[in-house]
Nanobody
Framework: QVQLVESGGGLVQPGGSLRLSCAAS????????MGWYRQAPGKQRELVAA???????NYADSVKGRFTISRDNAKKTMYLQMNMLKPEDTAVYYC?????????????WGQGTQVTVSS
């Protein structure tokens, strides 16, 4: 059974930093494309960043230069380092795992972690 558990969310002031983690179990982690998605109130869920099994990354334009996605295959964990946070980054952040080339919506999802950026 696939399980993805996010952690690291919280309340931070604008300009601050947070690091999210996603711990995976029940999958051969190194074979999966991993991604971070977010959903703000009243908005659709959107891709924040993704990293393939080979380590290639892509980012939403809104987070380029501020966020960094990474993975540790030995620990079966993915990370999202978020710097220079803005109020518009406030959302529930979800971890996703899927095979490369397939629709992420049919992959596995974590329960989400809340990130709130506010003064």
């Amino acid at each position: 059974q696939v399980q993805l558990v996010e952690s690291g969310g919280g309340l931070v002031q604008p300009g601050g930093s947070l690091r999210l983690s996603c711990a995976a179990s029940g999958i051969i982690f190194r074979l999966y494309t991993m991604g971070w998605y977010r959903q703000a109130p009243g908005k659709q869920r959107e891709l924040v960043a993704a990293i393939t099994s080979g380590g290639s990354t892509n980012y939403a334009d809104s987070v380029k230069g501020r966020f960094t996605i990474s993975r540790d295959n030995a620990k079966k964990t993915m990370y999202l380092q978020m710097n220079m946070l803005k109020p518009e980054d406030t959302a529930v952040y979800y971890c996703n795992a899927h095979f490369g080339g397939r629709d992420p919506n049919f992959g596995s999802w974590g329960q989400g972690t809340q990130v709130t950026v506010s003064s």
